[in-house]
């Protein structure tokens, strides 16, 4: 799950998709239709498959077992809820740690030759290790310290994307606009702060969003080395009991919780980037 | 003492094949305070990187910039620079853009408000502060552009072909535009075009740049009362010198090249 190629684009398309019409999104039939009650048919379709397939499950049956979960928690009494708190703790901390460690080097990537130069193939060389394959190291490197294991997988898969969309919207800086600065008298410092930050913003917010999206994603894998609470280990040992009904809830759960993750990061871009978005359409 | 004094410039840049390309080549001239001085010369001739180097921008190979009698160096702020290319910044609305070389000198907020305030109201621009720079029009953005280098008074204008890529109308609109702020804040200019009419029709001196390697070729007082007549013989007649002198340069130009 963890593997999957970590773009460094800023996929432009989904700023289209969610910028012009998303503040309507309840208010025509047609809204309401299309981006509410078909992908959640679709969603209850393909869950329903995948129930029956594996275990000859309705809905109903995963709704019981998701409501169980719920109120009544797991064998240790724990909920889904406090799973899942767990987990958005284990992320957020893995993904901040990402945050403050790859843009700043992706900025010294992106802005100095030297820098590039020797740190590029190093990037390189890295970054195609899987964040799962990780694991044991991660064991062997925090050895009792099972948390930071655990978020030392979330930071490599949520470094990467962080870093690489970082470099790319430094280099997308337009070098008028650092001559702009220069001919006021700018430093380095102000030219940093004030001309390539702000070029760099909305690469850098796609790469937020998708590196958060890969934390996550890699959060099965981290909590695979035991922890005993998060969604990830949830899925494994409920697995492993043969309650698959809960297995899928789980997995229900981190499905949403990525979703709403990413529309609250979507959400905050087209905020914060209104010059950005409005050219772009 | 002259505003601005070019002395013995030359610069060369790499060429593809390991060896080099002059493109300045012994430029020397000066701009009196207050004057509106324009260069012209054919494309390619290294006008902007004239400019860049007087902005302190470029490093000469050799030679100096002086402004007001003392030595301009890489990284000074005396000249604002209006840019071949657009260059406001996309993420700032219209004042912030102006107000950008201010923040840059650490001035207040208060006073960057009521400087960008007055610059506005000059370049007649009210109401369209808070706009992003997409969401004005292309003239209006070469007026921003405009406000922005004068807002921290320079001690010298410096314009790339600030009128170019405009329509007509808008265009010569933007000349008078030019000449009213210029007139207003008793700036001196430097204005670069490839367009020998505009050059006549607002400078009180025109400089003519050859190919490269360029030099000053020619040097031309336009000795014509303001406000001018685009039409008049005067302006006629300047033009017609101005373009033979050009022609007869692109006619060496393709001498030298053939031979
Ligand atoms: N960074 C550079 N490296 C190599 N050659 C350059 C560079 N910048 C400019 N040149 C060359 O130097 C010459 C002068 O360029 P410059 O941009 O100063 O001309 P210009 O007079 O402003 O042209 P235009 O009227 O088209 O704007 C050109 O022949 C150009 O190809
Ligand atoms: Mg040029």
């Not at chain 1, 208010?27 to 078909?38: C, M, W, Y």
């Not at chain 1, 970082?166 to 702009?180: A, E, K, L, M």
């Not at chain 1, 790469?207 to 934390?215: L, P, Q, S, Y």
């Not at chain 1, 009991?241 to 899928?248: A, F, Y």
């Amino acid at each position: 799950m963890c593997e999957m190629t970590q773009s460094p684009s800023t996929s432009p398309g989904s700023y289209d998709e969610h910028s012009a019409e998303e503040d309507g999104i309840l208010h025509s039939p047609r809204n309401f239709l299309f981006k509410l009650v078909f992908p959640v048919l679709i969603l209850l379709v393909i869950w329903e498959v995948v129930a029956y397939v594996a275990r000859g499950f309705s809905l109903i049956d995963v709704g019981q077992a998701f409501l169980e979960l719920m109120i009544e928690g797991d064998t240790d009494g724990v909920t889904l809820m406090e799973h899942a708190g767990r987990s958005i703790y284990r992320v957020t901390l893995g993904f901040l740690l990402a945050l403050v460690t790859a843009s700043p080097l992706g900025i010294a990537i992106g802005r100095y030759r030297a820098v590039n130069d020797v740190l590029s193939p190093v990037v390189e060389a890295l970054r195609p290790i899987p964040p799962i394959a990780w694991i044991p190291l991660s064991i062997l490197m925090f050895r009792t310290n099972l948390v930071a294991a655990q978020v030392f997988i979330i930071w490599i898969g949520a470094f990467f994307p962080i870093l690489l969309n970082t470099t790319t919207g430094v280099n997308r800086t337009n070098p008028v606009h650092i001559d702009v600065a220069r001919s006021f008298g700018a430093d380095e410092q102000v030219i940093l702060h004030k001309i390539v930050l702000p070029s760099a913003a909305p690469e850098m917010f796609a790469g937020f969003r998708i590196g958060f999206g890969i934390g996550w994603m890699c959060l099965v894998a981290a909590e695979m080395i035991g922890g005993g609470l998060g969604l990830g280990y949830l899925v494994i040992i409920t697995q492993q009991l043969g309650r698959t009904g809960q297995t899928i809830s789980a997995m229900l759960m981190i499905g949403l919780i990525g979703f709403l993750i990413s529309y609250l990061f979507l959400y905050v871009e087209k905020r914060a980037l209104r010059w950005r978005i409005e050219v772009s359409i | 003492m002259p505003k601005l004094s070019v002395r013995g410039l030359y610069k060369s840049y790499p060429n593809g094949n390991g060896g080099v390309t002059r493109v300045l080549d012994d430029i020397s001239f000066d701009v009196h305070d207050a004057e509106f001085l324009s260069i012209v010369g054919p494309s390619g001739c290294g006008k902007t990187t004239l400019l860049k180097i007087i902005a302190g921008l470029m490093e000469p190979d050799s030679g100096e910039v002086y402004i007001d009698g003392t030595r301009a160096k890489m990284g000074h702020s005396k000249v604002g620079y209006i840019f071949q290319q657009e260059s406001l910044f996309p993420w700032r609305t219209v004042r912030q853009n102006i107000e950008f070389g201010l923040e840059v000198k650490g001035v207040s907020p208060q006073e960057r408000r009521r400087l960008s305030g007055e610059i506005i109201s000059l370049i007649r621009m009210e109401g369209l502060e808070d706009n992003l720079p997409h969401e004005v029009s292309g003239g209006q953005a070469r007026k921003t552009e405009m406000a922005r280098s004068l807002i921290t008074s320079p001690d010298l204008l410096v314009s790339d072909e600030g009128l170019s890529n405009l329509d007509a109308q808008t265009r010569n609109y933007l000349q008078e535009e030019f000449l009213r702020i210029w007139k207003e804040t008793g700036s001196t200019i430097l204005f670069v075009s490839h367009n020998v009419d505009e050059a006549v029709f607002m400078s009180d001196r025109i400089l003519v740049m050859s190919n490269i390697p360029a030099k000053m070729i020619g040097e031309f007082a336009v000795d014509l009362p303001r406000p001018r007549e685009r039409a008049s013989t005067g302006c006629l007649e300047y033009r017609a010198k101005i373009l033979e002198m050009l022609r007869i340069e692109q006619e060496k130009a393709l001498a030298r090249q053939g031979g």
